[in-house]
Structure formats: C-alpha cells, structure tokens
C-alpha cells in the first residue's frame, strides 16, 4: 500500500522488551530511492538522544491503527548501539559500522547484485544528474526532513516546493513526491512520479521536473485524506500519457 511518508512521523518503535521511541523522521539512499532508516527519538528513556533504526529490522506487519512499527531489537542493543552525530551528514563509514553492529544486510552490496530486477514498485535510479561535490562522494543518505521544502521547477519556471514523500509500505520504495503549488496555483497540490523527475541539485536545494506548468496545472489534484490508490494512479497517469507501471 501506498503511504505518506509524513503521516509515518510519530509512529512508536516498539522492541521486544518495550518501547524504544517515536520516529521523527526518515533516511532514504539518493541512489535508488528507497528508505533505509527511520530517525528515532528515545528520549523518554535516554535523554536527548536519536538513533537510526533500519527498515531491515522491521518484524512482522506494522499496527496501523495503533501507528506503531515491532523491530526484533532490544532496549539494550539500541542503548549500546555506535554514536552517530544525526545533526551532520550520514557517510557510509557511519552506515557501515552501524551495520556491522546490528549485523543488517549490507543494502548497497544487495542492491548491486539485483539491478536490472524489477522491484514491486517502479525502480527510479538516480536521477539524470545528481550534483555532489568530491567532499561529499561518499554521502548517500537523504532525510525526508531536508528535501522537505526543495524548491520544484517544470520546464518553465517554479511552481512550488516538496512537501511530502509516498512510499510503498511493503518495500519502502519511494513511488511520488507530493508538491505544493500554493505560492503560484493557490489551494493546490499534484503528484510528480520519481521518473518524472529530470534533476536534483542537493546543493541548491531544486528538483527539476520533466513536466510543463500549463500540464501540472490542469492535472489531478492530491488529496492528502484520501491518500493515493490505484484509482487515482490511473488518472494520474492517463493524464501524462504516461506508461503504467504496474501493466
């Protein structure tokens, strides 16, 4: 099922010995779009301290209704888990000791070894240029918080700013970014698919879109209480003209 990632914010982490935290945000590799970590605040037990737990940890199905996520952790192994500065960027090295730690399949080494196999939901590479300075060649890790208010630009000017993320609930592949066109289509917010999208500049903060305005201002508009479904999918991308990729 298709979710919003912003919707997912305050979701408890419950380990097999007890509560551990709310997640307060999400980690996503810029390389294949899929979500890697949730940012989870223990403070209620270990003051002032966040830590990354992965999706891989996951065990069994979420509650929903209770918004809550069961993880085969421990209280203790989170307690003794790496330092990791979440308030500076997240480079492998961190990922890999982290990793190691919890012994989480090395996701980057999987991914290597699976291109070319079609995932549940579309598989969006990275995008046709993804700016990043050599310093920085090293960082893969995109949180849901920071690309919340990147500026989206079609092919003739802004049209808004990111606002949300939806994410296949199953494979935590990211199928859509959520655009809020208030500052130029006034009560306004449409659905770009991730292969809609031509570039992201992480240094300036910009996504641009393979899309025109006069199209997105005529296309479906999302509705963030009815969520997104097939039915809406099938508008959306009837609308494009665009190929279904679930057909």
Same mark, same amino acid.
Request: aromatic share 12%; charged share 30%; proline share 5%.
């Given at each position: 099922?298709?979710?919003?990632?912003?919707?997912?914010?305050?979701?408890?982490?419950?380990?097999?010995?007890?509560?551990?935290?709310?997640?307060?945000?999400?980690?996503?590799?810029?390389?294949?779009?899929?979500?890697?970590?949730?940012?989870?605040?223990?403070?209620?037990?270990?003051?002032?301290?966040?830590?990354?737990?992965?999706?891989?940890?996951?065990?069994?199905?979420? =509650?929903?209704?209770?918004?809550?996520?069961?993880?085969?952790?421990?209280?203790?192994?989170?307690?003794?888990? !790496?330092?990791?500065?979440?308030?500076?960027?997240?480079?492998?090295?961190?990922?890999?000791? @982290?990793?190691?730690?919890?012994?989480?399949?090395?996701? /980057?080494?999987?991914?290597?070894?699976?291109?070319? +196999?079609?995932?549940?939901? !579309?598989?969006?590479?990275?995008?046709?240029?993804?700016?990043?300075?050599?310093?920085?060649?090293?960082?893969?890790?995109?949180?849901?918080?920071?690309?919340?208010?990147?500026?989206?630009?079609?092919?003739?000017?802004? +049209?808004?700013?990111?606002?949300? @993320?939806?994410?296949? =609930?199953?494979?935590?592949?990211?199928?859509?970014?959520?655009?809020?066109?208030?500052? /130029?289509?006034?009560?306004?917010?449409? +659905?770009?698919?991730?292969?809609?999208?031509?570039? +992201?500049?992480?240094?300036?903060?910009?996504?641009?879109?393979? @899309?025109?305005?006069?199209?997105?201002?005529?296309?479906?508009?999302?509705?963030?209480?009815?969520?997104?479904?097939?039915?809406?999918? =099938?508008? @959306?991308?009837?609308?494009?003209?665009?190929?279904?990729? /679930?057909?």
């Amino acid at each position: 099922m298709l979710r919003s990632i912003k919707e997912l914010k305050g979701y408890a982490i419950k380990a097999k010995d007890g509560d551990i935290g709310r997640v307060e945000d999400f980690y996503f590799d810029d390389e294949r779009w899929v979500v890697r970590y949730m940012v989870t605040d223990i403070g209620s037990w270990m003051q002032g301290k966040s830590v990354l737990v992965s999706t891989a940890a996951f065990f069994g199905q979420a =509650d929903w209704e209770k918004r809550e996520f069961p993880v085969s952790l421990t209280r203790h192994m989170v307690a003794n888990c !790496p330092e990791i500065d979440l308030h500076k960027p997240v480079f492998r090295q961190k990922e890999e000791e @982290l990793n190691a730690y919890y012994k989480w399949p090395v996701y /980057w080494q999987i991914a290597a070894a699976t291109d070319g +196999i079609t995932p549940s939901m !579309p598989f969006v590479g990275p995008p046709e240029e993804v700016i990043r300075s050599k310093e920085k060649a090293d960082l893969h890790l995109r949180s849901f918080t920071e690309i919340s208010g990147y500026n989206i630009r079609a092919k003739e000017g802004d +049209i808004g700013h990111a606002e949300d @993320l939806i994410v296949d =609930d199953k494979h935590w592949n990211i199928a859509y970014m959520i655009v809020n066109t208030h500052a /130029w289509m006034p009560n306004g917010r449409v +659905i770009v698919a991730l292969n809609w999208i031509k570039n +992201i500049s992480w240094e300036k903060d910009e996504v641009v879109v393979d @899309l025109s305005r006069e199209q997105i201002k005529s296309s479906p508009q999302y509705d963030p209480s009815n969520g997104v479904n097939r039915d809406f999918e =099938d508008k @959306l991308y009837d609308y494009y003209g665009r190929p279904k990729y /679930w057909k």
